[in-house]
């Protein structure tokens, strides 16, 4: 079991930058991976960024180039940094962590909005 609590989420102009923080309520290291997801009005969730315990990761390629996703397991901290945002980029992010078991928990998700 784990909390996650997402933060860091705002309103930028297109071009800016916003770092997303994922805090869990334990200790990451164990954990399979860690993921941000994103959900866009009338549209599915999508995975934009993974990292594994083993520090491996995965960018959808709409966000390659622009997002970061890093982890700071002294902290139990996931984070995400994006830049050169763009309108399309507007959803709800959420936090996931997925374990071996393929159990995942969500956290309540952060509202980023990008304007033209």
């Known amino acids: 079991q784990v909390q996650l609590v997402e933060s860091g989420g705002g309103l930028v102009q297109a071009g800016g930058s916003l770092r997303l923080s994922c805090q869990a309520s334990?200790?990451?290291?164990?954990?399979?991976?860690m993921g941000w997801y994103r959900q866009a009005p009338g549209k599915q969730r999508e995975l934009v960024a993974r990292i594994t315990k083993g520090d491996s990761t995965y960018y959808a390629d709409a966000v390659k180039g622009r997002f970061i996703i890093s982890r700071v397991n002294v902290n139990n901290t996931v984070y995400l940094q994006m830049k050169n945002l763009k309108p399309e980029d507007t959803a709800i992010y959420y936090c996931?962590?997925?374990?071996?078991?393929?159990?995942?928990?969500w956290g309540q998700g952060t509202q980023v909005t990008v304007s033209s």
């Open positions: 334990r200790s990451i290291d164990s954990i399979n991976s």
């Open positions: 996931a962590a997925v374990f071996v078991t393929a159990v995942v928990h």
